[in-house]
């Protein structure tokens, strides 16, 4: 069957030619997307380069050094690396995560700390320290800025202390409180309060100052004990002065102790040179006496023992006895007598008569002894 209405045959057309604009512009856009993924690609290099050396550098900054009187403690998110003396890191090179996954603090071993107490110290500054100087007294103390110190007989003075310590338990020290410098301060100012409650005011300045400064270092120690802080105490000084609005009439009241002090110094040395004398007096009039009775009995003993050798012979004999014991006294005693007249008695016992003549007529002179 034919179409009745036949379609007339299309005219044959021309190829059409594709626009060469469009062809130049994806091909630049091929090598600029090269391009762009060409440095994307190095720079993902560096960044992976640069990276990597930042961590190195990162992890690089978790070196340090302990020094050999010095301990080291590693904190991980706040809480040590270990427990005891396994957190403690010993001298040389250590290392740890940077902060602030790691941090480590560090607490010398056999370094001396120092704590000063100036609760009862008046108001002060560095600056004045260092230079000497001190601000004025004014009329009274400033209870808001001046400390002080009351003492057992109601009186005022000013002391600080300065209290030297080592640290013997680091782990202790570091964990045991938030501040362990603060308590042992703490422990100080209480000592030194608590001290002077107990003395006097002249103790605590001139007549007992040895005696005070032993009583705030065993308070002290004593507190720093109880609270177990991890130290031990070396020593603790003090400084006492009285109040500075009162400086002079201390200063006389120390004056008329110095001049008692002298006086009854010399009164004393006085004293031990007079009981001294006198006992070197007693002991020479004893050790005198002792010679001069010691001279004495052996005296009487050796009488007495010549006595006994002689009684045998005036039992033999008792008239010739006494008259050779006679003879021997007339002579001793009449040695050195010119003229000796001895007269003896009478058969009868009556005593012979003796005429003396006494007008002696005196010698004459030879005439040769005169020419």
């Not at 056999?110 to 600056?127: D, F, H, L, N, R």
């Not at 020479?284 to 050798?309: G, H, M, W």
Request: glycine share 6%; with cysteine; hydrophobic share 40%.
């Amino acid at each position: 069957m034919s179409d009745p209405h036949p379609h007339p045959h299309p005219e044959p057309r021309e190829p059409q030619r594709p626009d060469p604009a469009p062809v130049v512009e994806s091909a630049s856009m091929d090598a600029g997307a090269q391009a762009l993924a060409e440095a994307l690609r190095s720079s993902f290099v560096i960044v992976k380069i640069v990276m990597v050396v930042l961590l190195f550098v990162f992890l690089g900054s978790g070196f340090f050094t302990v020094g050999p009187q010095e301990r080291a403690i590693i904190l991980r998110l706040g809480k040590p690396v270990g427990e005891g003396e396994k957190a403690l890191r010993g001298p040389g090179l250590q290392w740890s995560f940077p902060y602030p996954i790691d941090e480590y603090v560090k607490i010398s071993i056999s370094g001396i700390q120092k704590v000063t107490s100036s609760v009862g110290w008046y108001a002060t500054t560095p600056e004045m320290e260092l230079a000497g100087t001190e601000p004025p007294a004014g009329v009274s103390l400033n209870p808001m800025i001046d400390g002080y110190l009351l003492t057992a007989d109601g009186n005022i003075a000013h002391a600080r202390a300065t209290l030297t310590y080592h640290i013997h338990d680091p782990v202790r020290y570091v964990f045991g409180f938030l501040n362990a410098s603060n308590a042992i301060q703490s422990a100080v100012d209480n000592a030194l309060l608590a001290a002077a409650a107990r003395y006097r005011v002249d103790d605590i300045l001139t007549r007992d100052v040895i005696g005070f400064n032993e009583a705030v270092r065993r308070r002290a120690t004593e507190l720093i004990n109880q609270q177990n802080l991890g130290v031990t105490v070396e020593q603790c000084s003090v400084q006492s002065i009285p109040p500075r609005q009162l400086k002079e009439a201390f200063a006389n009241v120390l004056r008329a102790e110095v001049n008692r002090s002298r006086v009854l110094n010399e009164a004393r040395s006085y004293e031990n040179q007079v009981l001294s004398k006198a006992s070197a007096d007693a002991q020479s009039r004893l050790n005198t006496a002792e010679s001069d009775r010691a001279r004495l009995v052996n005296d009487v003993a050796a009488q007495a023992e010549r006595f006994r050798e002689l009684l045998p012979q005036y039992r033999q004999n008792p008239e010739l006895f006494v008259q050779q014991r006679l003879s021997e006294t007339l002579a001793r005693s009449l040695t050195n007598v010119q003229d000796k007249i001895f007269l003896t008695e009478n058969g009868d016992g009556r005593p012979k008569e003796l005429r003396l003549l006494l007008n002696r007529e005196p010698p004459k002179v030879r005439a040769e002894e005169n020419k």
